[in-house]
């Protein structure tokens, strides 16, 4: 007996949503799980973008190609389009699984109560992991395996590195908050009610209560995580949203506690055991992207191969800074300025060196073009209601504007594409905010 087209959509909707959920600690199982629902959703035309933005997505998938048949080592550079090329094809298929903003929202919230797990764990690695220990703990075989990871008094856990977590969460945060905003304008207005009516108030169910502790533990894990740029960006997002959200007394309640909880664990325990200064912008990252302006001089339309630079980095290094050459023959542990490094600890310069300037460029604005229609949306139904947003879509886009937003900024100081949890959020995030804008002939949405 065969089934239906109707109840195979609904079998790899829940095939889809499940893999997205579990993605977080079961990946290898979940891309399994991804690729059949987008198996699905290609060979039955569910392609669900437009023509402008399928065809931005062929033209950098060609320039991307292009740079790898002309890179400084192609083995390298045809493998590393894997970070990119299966996520262009997501995202062609994301708006069908997405659907509207009630579905979007369902999912959201299934991905910010997945990482309460690792929120609470990250706290407890944090500690274990810092240098005021006592010894008599560390001598336990768990607690010194813990103290073995990299990174001293930095929450890694399954990511390759803290600043992934970070990043991971920081994301995470945006999208909760942007749900958490979506029901609030939700229970405020009913659809058939007037401006001034009000819905009665209903106590939160379990999943509301986890949404709650999800977003906001992921301040622990973001704080564990040590990252710098990521506890900026989360303050700067818990600020925008009590200012947004400030008629939810509960939301701005636990902004404020949240932000002083923050502030007051940054100056008595610093970050990641370093204290609270502006010394990240420092001489070793700035070396790094004085190298990478020189790559991408050297070859400006199609760079070197994505991948390339950690090949192309310590030459480049030692010919630029002679000092360097002795000091890593003398020293055990190479001096951070001098030691070798895998990318520029920026993304765009990272993309203009490895795949040239009009590839990045493009991304850049394809990126770009979905934030300002995001933005554009979102302020024409503000101008028009003197109370804001009142439609759960722009409330939900909102969210999941900011979340685009900050992994942007994030990428002006760290390159954590290479990590797939990570990757693959950042392109829901995408897939999301492309489901949300409001289309020449917009389906039916909540």
């Known amino acids: 007996?065969?089934?239906?087209?109707?109840?195979?959509?609904?079998?790899?909707?829940?095939?889809?949503?499940?893999?997205?959920?579990?993605?977080?600690y079961l990946y290898v199982i979940s891309m399994a799980g991804i690729a059949a629902s987008m198996g699905y959703a290609l060979t039955h035309g569910k392609s669900a973008i437009d023509r402008p933005t399928r065809n931005s997505l062929l033209i950098l998938s060609g320039l991307l190609m292009l740079s790898s048949l002309l890179a400084y080592d192609r083995g390298e550079a045809f493998l590393q389009l894997i970070h990119f090329?299966?996520?262009?094809?997501?995202?062609?298929?994301?708006?069908?699984?997405?659907?509207?903003?009630?579905?979007l929202a369902l999912l959201t919230t299934d991905w910010v109560i997945a990482t309460i797990p690792i929120n609470l764990y990250a706290g407890v690695e944090a500690v274990l992991k810092a240098d005021g220990l006592p010894r008599s703990l560390r001598r336990i075989p768990f607690v010194r395996w813990i103290r073995s990871a990299p990174h001293a008094g930095r929450a890694m856990l399954m990511f390759n590195h803290p600043n992934s977590l970070a990043v991971y969460l920081v994301v995470i945060l945006a999208l909760g908050l942007g749900v958490l905003y979506y029901q609030s304008v939700r229970q405020s207005f009913k659809p058939d009610s007037s401006p001034g009516e009000t819905a009665p108030p209903r106590l939160p169910s379990l999943r509301q209560r986890l949404l709650y502790v999800g977003t906001y533990s992921t301040l622990l894990g973001i704080f564990s995580s040590g990252s710098r740029?990521?506890?900026?960006?989360?303050?700067?997002?818990?600020?925008?949203?009590?200012?947004?959200?400030?008629?939810?007394?509960?939301?701005?309640?636990?902004?404020?506690?949240?932000?002083?909880?923050?502030?007051?664990?940054?100056?008595?325990f610093g970050i990641g055991g370093r204290s609270l200064s502006l010394t990240w912008l420092d001489d070793s990252r700035l070396r790094i992207w004085q190298i990478a302006g020189g790559l991408i001089h050297d070859r400006s339309w199609l760079g070197w191969g994505l991948g390339n630079f950690k090949f192309l980095y310590v030459d480049r290094l030692l010919a630029q800074f002679p000092e360097c050459v002795a000091q890593r023959r003398v020293y055990r542990v190479i001096p951070v300025e001098c030691a070798d490094a895998t990318h520029p600890h920026n993304f765009w310069l990272l993309l203009t060196s490895e795949a040239g300037f009009p590839l990045a460029i493009g991304f850049t604005l394809f990126i770009g073009w979905l934030c300002f229609r995001a933005g554009r949306a979102i302020f024409s139904d503000a101008a028009k209601d003197p109370n804001l947003i009142r439609s759960n879509r722009q409330a939900l886009l909102t969210g999941y504007l900011l979340a685009v937003l900050a992994f942007s900024a994030f990428a002006l100081f760290d390159v954590t594409y290479h990590d797939i949890r990570v990757n693959l959020l950042n392109w829901l995030a995408l897939g999301g905010l492309y489901t949300l804008i409001p289309k020449s002939n917009p389906a039916s949405q909540s």
Do not use: C, W
């Not at 007996?1 to 997205?20: K, V």
């Not at 090329?85 to 579905?103: G, Q, S, T, Y």
């Not at 949203?241 to 502030?263: C, D, E, F, H």
């Open 1 to 24: 007996m065969t089934e239906t087209p109707s109840s195979q959509n609904r079998l790899f909707d829940r095939i889809f949503r499940g893999s997205l959920a579990g993605f977080l």
């Open 85 to 103: 090329l299966p996520f262009f094809l997501l995202f062609a298929v994301l708006p069908h699984f997405f659907k509207n903003a009630e579905r």
């Open 229 to 268: 740029n990521g506890l900026l960006i989360a303050i700067l997002l818990i600020l925008v949203y009590s200012i947004l959200n400030r008629s939810n007394r509960i939301v701005l309640m636990a902004g404020l506690i949240s932000l002083t909880g923050i502030m007051a664990g940054a100056i008595g």
